[in-house]
């Protein structure tokens, strides 16, 4: 069953797009215009591990961005995205750590989650700052916790 996308995944997925500068991750094709609007009609977020998994759901490594061409390949096969994410994006022990958070269950209470929204609602407006005063390519995420 699909989860539904709330206003946390809404900022958290804004800011994963936003870090690579509205460009997908593996075929680097990039959304000019989103530069400007920072909305794209092609550039998505994909999840290493789905939003099902709360303690992952809206750390920075466990998302890239990505073409909806590319998104969907890496649906349609989940171990080369494995092999990608692990050799290209994260490096073994990241990956190692980001395993072992998604392994960790964990609940936010109400007052928890609406801090994780203005944390990523911040973070947007962080590198939207930084995009406006010329900073190009890969911005670092700061995450929550
Ligand atoms: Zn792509």
Not at 94 to 101: E, G, V
Request: with cysteine; aromatic share 12%; hydrophobic share 30%.
């Amino acid at each position: 069953m699909a989860i539904k996308r709330d206003t946390t995944d809404h900022y958290f997925s804004k800011a994963i797009r936003m870090r690579n500068d509205w460009t997908c991750e593996k075929c680097f094709k990039c959304d000019d215009n989103a530069k400007m609007t920072n909305k794209s009609k092609f550039i998505e977020t994909a999840h290493v591990y789905t939003r099902r998994y709360r303690h992952t759901r809206w750390h920075s490594d466990n998302a890239i961005a990505a073409c909806n061409a590319c998104h969907r390949w890496f649906g349609d096969n989940p171990p080369d995205f494995y092999i990608f994410i692990k050799n290209n994006i994260l490096g073994e022990t990241r990956m190692d750590l980001l395993m072992r958070r998604k392994s960790v269950s964990r609940k936010y209470t109400k007052a928890e989650k609406a801090e994780i929204t203005e944390h990523w609602k911040s973070e947007c407006k962080r590198l939207e700052k930084l995009r406006m005063n010329g900073t190009q390519g890969y911005i670092d995420l700061i995450d929550y916790d």
